[in-house]
């Protein structure tokens, strides 16, 4: 059953051009060592738990005034009642935005035949070849990843790929190959990495403004929509 560990009642930022909330769930397939939810990530039984009527009950008194619910984590598809979830948000008049790591390939296919939520935000945590790195996973299996990548291409709803940049794990190559990976994607983003509490590994950090705009300069030769946030 999915929890909700935490609630945001109100977010200009997380849906784009909509007025959102943001539900957090709990667990994760991943080990991130630049996650910023990483106890929520890896023991959300040590976090609280919002009851789901509570949930319920506030969407029902803002449906109408927020556009969308946002779904994120932790890694949401872990959980065997997310089409419920997402199926009840949008019977309450709310778009639903899921995000995704995109390591369940299977749970998104279903998903977009079944129950599609209104926008998917996946993450590229790296290169193909960076992968295990950044997901804290060596020697992982990258192929369901890339399965998810054709296929939130291929689905007919709005969906954005988006890579958090950390010094110490991505490269000017891994930039490269992300490139030619999504070469033609409509939206792609690259987000600025903030060290906070939560972070597991401290020594990591972001890149400047200056190099950033490097990267997005030899992404646009293969995606020309690459944009940067929070710089
Ligand atoms: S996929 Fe997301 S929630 Fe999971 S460990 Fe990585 S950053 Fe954290």
């Avoid at 998810?148 to 930039?175: Q, W, Y």
């Avoid at 490269?176 to 792609?188: E, K, P």
């Avoid at 990495?193 to 403004?209: Q, T």
Wanted: glycine share 8%; aromatic share 8%; with cysteine.
């Amino acid at each position: 059953m999915m929890k909700i560990h935490g609630l945001s009642k109100l977010t200009l930022l997380d849906y784009p051009e909509h007025t959102a909330c943001t539900l957090f769930c709990g667990g994760c397939n991943f080990r991130c060592p630049f996650c910023q939810n990483s106890t929520l990530a890896r023991a959300p039984e040590r976090e609280p738990v919002i009851p789901r009527d509570e949930i319920m009950a506030f969407l029902k008194k803002r449906s109408g005034i927020l556009q969308g619910v946002c779904i994120t984590g932790g890694e949401p598809t872990l959980h065997e009642d997310l089409p419920e979830w997402i199926r009840q948000i949008r019977h309450l008049g709310y778009l639903v935005k899921l995000d995704t790591n995109g390591y369940r390939p299977d749970v998104l296919e279903k998903l977009l035949a079944d129950c599609p939520p209104d926008y998917v935000a996946m993450d590229i945590k790296s290169s193909r070849a960076g992968y295990g790195l950044a997901a804290g996973l060596p020697g992982m299996d990258t192929k369901p990843v890339e399965e998810s990548v054709r296929l939130l291409r291929a689905a007919r709803i709005p969906v954005e790929f988006r890579t958090t940049l950390v010094k110490g794990i991505h490269t000017k190559e891994d930039i490269r190959s992300i490139g030619r990976w999504l070469a033609g994607t409509d939206r792609y983003f690259l987000q600025h990495f903030e060290d906070s509490e939560n972070v597991p590994d401290h020594r990591l950090s972001g890149f400047s403004k200056q190099e950033t705009e490097g990267f997005l300069k030899i992404l646009r030769r293969t995606i020309p929509g690459a944009a940067a946030r929070g710089l």
